[in-house]
């Protein structure tokens, strides 16, 4: 049974996908709807950000720097993650939340399994 752990970090967010290979189509729709998420409008002078592959563990990663989350915005992110990855019949199966105190940010990790 596959796993993939998915693990956002604000502020700014900073998603990471950390698991099982994933189809090129589910990225390039996160590419889209994550910055769209953001309680910040994305700059339209500026590329927009995309998954980077990186190796040893292999895992994906976008970095919204330019971005902000209030927890209205964190929820859309939330949401846009969960609705892609269910769409590739990935199911969330756990959760979990920790906070930071020494940079003050939040990091939610949710734990997906595909039959």
């Not at 994550?34 to 950000?49: D, F, G, Q």
């Not at 209205?72 to 992110?77: F, K, M, Q, T, Y």
């Not at 940079?103 to 399994?113: A, L, R, S, V």
Request: a neutral charge; aromatic letters at 10%; charged letters at 25%.
């Amino acid at each position: 049974m596959p796993n993939l752990c998915v693990s956002v970090t604000f502020n700014p967010p900073v998603v990471t996908l950390v698991g099982a290979t994933l189809r090129e189509e589910t990225v390039h729709k996160l590419e889209q709807r994550l910055p769209a998420a953001t309680s910040t409008t994305p700059s339209a002078n500026k590329e927009p950000p995309k998954f980077v592959f990186h190796k040893d563990p292999d895992h994906w990663r976008i970095d919204l720097g330019q971005q902000f989350c209030d927890h209205l915005g964190r929820s859309a992110v939330y949401l846009a993650l969960i609705e892609c990855l269910e769409a590739e019949d990935w199911k969330l199966r756990a959760t979990n939340a920790m906070s930071h105190y020494d940079t003050g940010k939040d990091t939610n990790k949710f734990f997906f399994t595909r039959n």
